[in-house]
């Protein structure tokens, strides 16, 4: 019998791409609640507790109520909310965070999706704290722009509906200034840091794809390594991964520009090193879809590691 799925949650943006990255595969079945029966709380928690497993697309405490109406314990969660990413009793969905990561997400009954920033934060830096490179107290600053789909349906229609009541003009905008994003708790645990970065994340005028920044100051880090040695050690913690690519260093690559759409469509993330001239800092670069490797594409890869299905289904946006 085939795996049986229910999104909770299917209408909004991460639902909907989970459901068309899921829909016309033969390997699992797609429980549905029918339009006219989406406020009947009954049929809701009959399909909570129906499926073999549950995807959550729901705001952090329509989640946490979710989770508490499954009495099956039979049936495995995936929660792509912010509500249990440092909860106890749940395995952080990132794959290739570290070696065993994988087998803890085959053998988890509860799978925390990752936020999209900090997605590529922890990708970026968990090698170098885990490895010994840099220290866990190393004051780290996160500069990170994102397409206007990761604000969900009111911001796409804020962008791309000029006759919205709150439409936006502008093509670019900095946000979460008061410095507590809801991000932060998620880096600081899963990146190893001891004390929470600076973490500056910014919406430009396209869709979807991001980039994440990191500068790091080499004379700071422990046994003050060279640029080649930070290289190194991200592209020897990745070398098995299938969806992390590091590439060789960059050096005063003062020509190239990097896109934030270029991997869109896909549940791929880039990790480039650029060093300077001088030698004694780095600028660390992720680029990803952030619906992609940093929301829907993820929960599909790790609903097929939880379910022990084919790994590379549903990974590219239909």
Known sequence: MKPQVFIDGEAGTTGLQIRQRLEGRGDLSLLSIPADRRKDAGHRAELLNEADLVVL???DGAAREAVSLIA????????ASTAHRTAPGWVYGFAEMDASQEQRIAEARFVANPGCYPTGTIAMLRP????GLMPADY????????GYSGGGRKLIEQFEDPASADSIGSAFY???????HKHMAEMTAHALLSSPPVFVPSVARFRQGMIVQIGLHLAHLTAMPTADDVQAALADWYR???HVTVEPIHRGARTLRLDPEELNGTNDLTIRVFAGDAGDQVL?????????KGASGAAVQNLNIMLGLDRSLGLVAA
């Open 57 to 59: 697309c729901l705001p």
């Open 72 to 79: 099956n314990p039979k049936v495995k969660v995936i929660d």
């Open 128 to 131: 170098l704290v885990s490895g």
């Open 139 to 146: 004051p780290v600053s996160v500069h990170a722009v994102s």
């Open 174 to 180: 900095l946000y979460g200034l008061d410095l507590a």
């Open 240 to 242: 098995d991964a299938d």
């Open 284 to 292: 660390l670069a992720a680029t990803y879809d952030n619906l992609g």
